[in-house]
Antibody
Framework: QVQLVESGGGVVQPGRSLRLSCAAS????????MHWVRQAPGKGLEWVAL????????NYADSVKGRFTISRDDSKSTLYLQMNSLRAEDTAVYYC?????????????WGQGTLVTVSS | DMQMTQSPPSVSASVGDRVIITCRAS??????LAWYHQKPGQAPKLLIY???RLQTGVPSRFSGSGSGTDFTLTITSLQPEDLGTYYC?????????FGQGTRLEIK
């Protein structure tokens, strides 16, 4: 069965960096585009970034553009999110998520999430 | 950016009721609309994609309709496990955006 397991969250000071990882299993990782979606405490869902199945294209929310980088290692079936210059407003649960299909960027599988807290 | 507006913000209904949640896009999005259900403390779960396609394993009491700018999620015969928050999401254009959510309570 499809599994997405995030790791790398924690408490970090403003201005510092953090890298999240998402280990995928149960499907052909290289065939799917992948998202990062976040949810601040008590708030709604916010899309963060998308990387195409072949890594040829990446899209970002304006709120993270220039600070966050999405990447993938298909040999390890792993998705990454490099987060630099972190701000208090980046505090959230970060979900790794799989695109439903090549044509549809909805999300059919979600990880359990990893909490990132940006605080001094 | 594409704005997605859900209504109502919250709804309280009884087991067996029919519940309708609407989502309006600020510009036409064809049928690039998905609906998710999130229970407290859990990750969201896909219910409907492409506006009206039921995700595998989702009960048939859930249905979606609409195209262009106006969409609806209908839950017929509400069950206790349907409590939580429902989100719409557009994937017609970047940045991908979600509605603000509709909180569903069971009376």
């Amino acid at each position: 069965q499809v599994q997405l397991v995030e790791s790398g969250g924690g408490v970090v000071q403003p201005g510092r960096s953090l890298r999240l990882s998402c280990a995928a299993s149960g499907f052909t990782f290289s065939s799917y585009a992948m998202h990062w979606v976040r949810q601040a405490p008590g708030k709604g869902l916010e899309w963060v970034a998308l990387i195409w199945h072949d890594g040829s294209n990446k899209n970002y929310a304006d709120s993270v553009k220039g600070r966050f980088t999405i990447s993938r290692d298909d040999s390890k079936s792993t998705l990454y999110l490099q987060m630099n210059s972190l701000r208090a407003e980046d505090t959230a649960v970060y979900y790794c998520a799989r695109c439903t299909s090549y044509y549809d960027s909805s999300v059919d599988y979600w990880g359990q999430g990893t909490l990132v807290t940006v605080s001094s | 950016d594409m704005q997605m507006t859900q209504s109502p913000p919250s709804v309280s209904a009884s087991v067996g009721d029919r519940v309708i949640i609407t989502c309006r896009a600020s510009r036409p999005i064809y049928t690039w609309l998905a609906w998710y259900h999130q229970k407290p403390g859990q990750a969201p779960k896909l219910l409907i994609y492409s506006a009206s396609r039921l995700q595998t394993g989702v009960p048939s009491r859930f249905s979606g309709s609409g195209s262009g700018t106006d969409f609806t999620l209908t839950i017929t015969s509400l069950q206790p496990e349907d409590l939580g928050t429902y989100y719409c999401q557009q994937s017609n254009s970047f940045p991908i955006t979600f509605g603000q959510g509709t909180r569903l309570e069971i009376k």
